[in-house]
């Protein structure tokens, strides 16, 4: 082997890595929208939390991966830390499958079946039609279905590479001699650790075992033990990431590194034991790709059975790891999430459901302070909106970054409408304070509105009440029907606001109100005004998304001219139903 194989190595691990990626982010983003779907089904059953570990590894084809975005749901407050362990038990499970497609490397015949397995028969073929998907397709589900196989093929003819490299080795009294030192089981699991830790891809490290393999001189004595290595080194991907976070985020990379060495501890030592006792003949006999497969699989299967219920036990241990509890916090999301975009999409849209919900109620408690003052509810609201703003100052800059990464066309249009709406919020949530302060004003100066003015303003707070309720749930539930009767409810607050006003001045003319009332009702009025402006942004944008028919300009200009008959049944339904005459 001269430096022109040692160059081929390196180049092929390159290829394997950056294919492995490529199929990694390609394939993740194909299975975003059912990977939301499960995650959102998950349960506290360990046995449902087992089947989404397995599955969303085998999507994502990474269960490092699937461990740091354990750790960024954590430490968002997402995800209570006893829920990851099962989780992390079947993403160890699921990364088994790269090993067994990894495998295909070594099949040999002349069998036309057995020839159309060899990575060298389909994987020109899968790059072909990656890239005709890729170039002709318009659609970004086929675009993405066409990169995971391009990224496929790359990792496949990374992993040839590597073997190619490697095959003078067989005959190299050199490299004989180095692997007399893997005879030695602590040698073997160290290598493993180191390598894997190093490339931070358990994945490529054992491409790499299996590539070696099929020199001829690898025994299954010799590999064990770096497979053994090989799944504790995986979990330095997960401890470089709790750096910083939270301590039930460290405890998930406790948790993650509690199982592969506990299970190594058992594996190796039920089997020299037994080795001890029977002698295995295999031991000494050469391991093949699909060998080094199924060892990889028994382990990882093997410890899951053998931990599956003991997943409290798992916990004790990171706590008592990773001790001293934090006091609670408002938890937003982790960067960390960066690495699964859809799934990092998924957990926005709870956050913005949230501010949602939020902003809603701080105008429900707002609209009720004016008719019943209490200092109580007034100290709430501001909370409230000082929460708001949080919320709109956190989640609307993770979405600008979050749209560096590569999203589907599905979650860009999500990422979209939640930025064009977190603002909303944000300022209906300020509008609901400005309400609340004109409460606290009229209590201060002992102030009360006329009989006449509360029967009014009590139409207005019930129309306003219906409308914020109307877009937060057209919002949250991204019901477009919901969305389309906002519009002319506002238009409806709109002449309700100004009918009035035109009574506050008949009254103010004949004595019945006074100036000092008539600037608190300015302000009261104002402020629902626009409430329902923002209302109307929200709305718009629900119906916007999604839909590329959809022209809000055309529809404003049909809504202003009352051109459409939906709209005008809808706007006669709320003007009849928030009538004061």
């Known amino acids: 082997m001269d430096i022109f194989s040692v160059f081929t190595l390196f180049g092929g691990l390159a290829f394997f890595i950056y294919g492995m990626n490529q199929m990694s982010r390609s394939l993740e983003r194909i299975a975003g929208k059912r990977m939301e779907e499960v995650i959102n089904r998950m349960t506290k059953n360990r046995f449902s939390g087992l089947l989404l570990g397995c599955l969303v590894t085998i999507a994502v084809q990474s269960s490092s991966a699937v461990t740091v975005m354990l750790v960024g749901l954590v430490n968002s407050g997402l995800m209570n830390i006893s829920n990851t362990v099962a989780v992390i038990m079947g993403s160890n499970v699921g990364t088994t499958i790269t090993a067994w497609i990894m495998s295909l490397v070594g099949l040999s015949g002349d069998n036309l079946f057995v020839r159309m397995l060899k990575p060298e028969s389909f994987s020109p073929v899968l790059a072909f039609v990656g890239i005709c998907l890729m170039m002709i397709a318009k659609a970004s589900r086929k675009k993405d279905i066409g ?19 490697v095959a003078p080795l067989a005959d190299s009294p050199a490299f004989a001699g180095i692997l007399t030192a893997f005879r030695n089981p602590v040698a073997g699991i160290l290598t493993g650790l180191v390598v894997t830790a190093v490339i931070q891809s358990s994945a490529a490290s054992v491409g790499m075992l299996q590539a070696l393999s099929m020199t001829g001189s690898i025994t299954f004595g010799m590999a064990i033990p770096i ?55 295999f031991a000494d006999r050469a391991i ?58 998924s957990e926005c849209v709870k956050f913005s459901a949230e501010m949602a919900q939020l902003a809603g109620s701080s105008v429900e408690k707002a609209l009720s302070n004016i008719f019943s003052y209490s200092g109580t509810l007034s100290d709430s609201i501001r909370e409230m909106e000082s929460e708001a703003d949080t919320y709109e100052d956190h989640l609307g800059s993770y979405l600008v970054r979050l749209f560096g990464s590569e999203l589907s066309e599905q979650d860009k249009d999500l990422a979209a409408k939640m930025l064009h709406t977190i603002g909303n919020y944000e300022r209906i949530s300020d509008h609901a304070l400005n309400l609340s302060e004109s409460a606290e004003e009229m209590h201060e100066k002992t102030l009360t509105f006329s009989e006449a003015s509360i029967s009014e303003l009590t139409v207005l707070k019930n129309a306003v009440e219906e409308v914020v309720s109307l877009a937060v749930r057209a919002f ?106």
């Not at 990169?147 to 990374?158: A, D, H, R």
């Not at 401890?239 to 058992?266: C, D």
């Not at 410890?303 to 916090?329: D, Q």
């Open 147 to 165: 990169n995971s196989l391009l990224g496929f093929s790359i990792l496949m003819y990374g992993m040839m590479l590597m073997s190619g490299s």
């Open 227 to 281: 497979i053994m290595g090989q799944n504790i080194g995986t979990c330095a991907t997960a401890i470089l990431s709790s750096i910083g976070v939270s301590k039930n985020a460290k405890r998930v990379s406790v948790i993650h590194l509690s199982f592969n060495l506990i299970g190594t501890g058992v594996f190796m030592l039920l089997y020299y034991t037994l080795h001890s006792i029977f002698d295995f003949s």
């Open 288 to 345: 093949d790709p699909v060998g080094i497969a199924l060892c990889h699989s028994i382990f990882n299967i093997g410890t899951t059975i053998l931990l599956l219920p003991f997943t409290g036990l798992l916990v004790k241990i990171a706590s008592s790891a990773i001790p001293t509890e934090e006091p609670k916090r408002i938890a937003f999301l982790d960067e960390r999430l960066f690495e699964t975009p859809s799934i990092a999409i």
């Open 476 to 581: 949250t539930e991204n019901d477009r029907k919901l969305a389309a009767r906002v519009e002319p409810l506002e238009q409806v607050i709109d002449l309700l606001t100004e009918a009035i006003r035109l009574r506050h001045v008949d009254r103010l003319e004949s004595g019945e109100c006074t100036i000092e009332r008539g600037f608190v009702l300015s302000d009261i009025l104002n402020n629902c005004e626009r409430i329902s402006d923002h209302c109307s942004n929200i709305a718009i944008a629900v119906l916007e998304s999604g839909s590329s028919e959809y022209d809000p300009h055309e529809y404003l200009r049909q809504v202003r001219t009352m051109d459409n008959p939906e709209f005008r049944e809808t706007y006669d339904f709320y003007r009849d139903k928030y009538s004061i005459a």
